[in-house]
């Protein structure tokens, strides 16, 4: 059995992972680390999903990392051009020559008597073995269970003659030349997919059982390239990305303060946009309050080119059972397709699956409550990167990164070994981790730490008081206890 002692062991070498390792490098030289990816190739959720079309559903200037510009004119961006620049960034960092790739994290078990974790890990492609020691343990492969999406059971499923995919699990083989399509699905992912299929296929549907706010976005930014032309490159991108955080936030509270306000600019957007092509009150007009769920954004309004030019049909209707031909729906009508999409949502799994043991006790996650967002209580030594849900991810994560280096060399200046989040306030109330009735949220959140009704158990979804309370905050707040190696 192997083994290999590493200060900080990081987990995912995605979006989180890469952007950890850079920030532990500029902040704590002294540290050693490696990043622990369980596939066979850096990226994350942009190596994993090879759909067509797929692109980022937030600005690159917020997603993009606050160190590395994003220099691509596009500020909605595919998914192959956000992969290049995760490659560049680890390339030019370094980074690259830090990850073991084929790695799967199994479990971790941390001794206090020892400071330190122990990691399980299983080689991807041989089955072996392997152990990892650190003093601290960094998780991020954020909260989506790669190996599968969500598949709901379809009545007759099995007597469609065509093919049935999920989105997660597109491969280069599947053929829409031509073909009539269904989308079953109206989040993110079919809102990105129906109008790049509509391309090629004969005609598309997507179909959904009930709307979804749509908001058209410029594909490109024309402030952040004015910028770009005349300002040194780093200069524009941080005012670019600070004007774009500032609107991002400014839209939100606005949704939330004044939801049939921003209900009514929001459909009536739409309205604009389909130009009477489509039944705006019956598809684009959803029954929760803005930001209940995730407002889906779509560049330069093409969803809504596709719709005006008959190539996309929406439909709003129930399921009642695939047949041999199609899908036939609640309301008697039938949907002839050659190939159905089910984009129908991700997974959550906290942690990758991986099992925490903490002094010989088995870590229930769904008992714990997550502090500032990114750690958890009663579990030393270990943070996770998780992003905002009304924001673009990687503005969390970068002041996640910052706090944790903070601690870290807190830790070393006054020589403490171990640092832990307890929960000694008895009135503090629970609350679902993540604040949205989205499906792929309701359906696992129960699995999932919970956050509290008051800092620092709160999260606020909100960058300016993150900055606050994880920049600038004191460390020893009396929730966070220090201690040295027993």
Not at 32 to 53: C, Q, S, V
Not at 83 to 112: F, N
Request: hydrophobic fraction near 40%.
């Amino acid at each position: 059995m192997n083994h290999e002692h590493i200060d900080v062991l990081i987990v995912g070498a995605g979006i989180s992972g890469i952007g950890a390792a850079y920030h532990l490098q500029a902040n704590c030289p002294t540290k050693t680390y490696a990043i622990l990816e369980g596939r066979a190739a850096m990226g994350g959720t942009w190596d994993l999903f090879r759909y067509p079309g797929v692109r980022s559903d937030s600005d690159m200037y917020t997603l993009g990392y606050s160190f590395r510009p994003w220099t691509n004119p596009k500020a909605i961006a595919d998914g192959a051009a956000i992969l290049d620049y995760l490659r560049d960034t680890a390339a030019a960092y370094g980074i690259d020559g830090k990850i073991r790739y084929g790695h799967r994290v199994e479990r971790a078990t941390w001794s206090s008597a020892e400071s330190r974790w122990t990691v399980d890990v299983r080689d991807a492609a041989t089955g072996e073995a392997r152990t990892f020691t650190c003093n601290f343990l960094f998780m991020c492969a954020g909260y989506y269970d790669y190996d599968a999406g969500h598949a709901p059971e379809f009545s007759g499923r099995e007597r469609f003659r065509g093919r049935v995919v999920h989105p997660q699990h597109w491969t280069g083989d599947i053929d829409y030349e031509g073909k009539r399509v269904v989308v079953i699905g109206s989040g993110a992912t079919a809102v990105t997919l129906v109008p790049e299929l509509a391309k090629r296929a004969a005609h598309v549907t997507m179909l959904q059982r009930s709307p979804t706010y749509l908001i058209s976005v410029p594909e490109r930014d024309r402030i952040a390239n004015f910028l770009r032309a005349r300002l040194p490159m780093r200069a524009a991108y941080a005012l670019t990305r600070g004007k774009n955080v500032l609107l991002g936030m400014a839209f939100y509270q606005y949704c939330r303060r004044f939801p049939e306000q921003a209900k009514r600019l929001m459909v009536g957007g739409v309205r604009q946009q389909v130009r009477g092509a489509t039944d705006v009150a019956k598809h684009f007009t959803p029954t929760y309050k803005p930001w209940d769920q995730r407002v889906c954004v779509v560049p330069d309004g093409d969803f809504f080119d596709a719709v005006r030019g008959g190539k996309v049909s929406v439909v709003t209707d129930p399921i009642e059972t695939f047949t041999e031909t199609g899908i036939r729906l609640r309301s008697g009508v039938d949907l002839d397709a050659d190939l159905i999409v089910t984009a129908t949502g991700l997974k959550l799994k906290f942690l990758g699956g991986m099992e925490v043991v903490v002094d010989g006790k088995r870590v229930e996650p769904a008992e714990t409550m997550a502090y500032k967002g990114m750690m958890i209580s009663d579990v030393p030594n270990m943070a996770l990167a998780i992003g905002y849900t009304n924001a673009s991810w990687t503005l969390k994560v970068d002041l996640t990164c910052e706090y944790i280096c903070r601690l870290l060399n807190h830790m070393d200046e006054h020589g403490y070994t171990q640092c832990c989040p307890r929960r000694n306030d008895p009135s503090i109330e629970e609350e679902p981790l993540l604040d949205f009735t989205s499906g792929y949220v309701r359906r696992s959140i129960d699995l999932f730490p919970r956050q509290g009704s008051v800092a620092p158990w709160k999260l606020h979804q909100n960058y300016a008081l993150d900055m606050m309370l994880l920049r600038h905050a004191k460390l020893d707040d009396g929730v966070m206890e220090f201690s040295a190696k027993r």
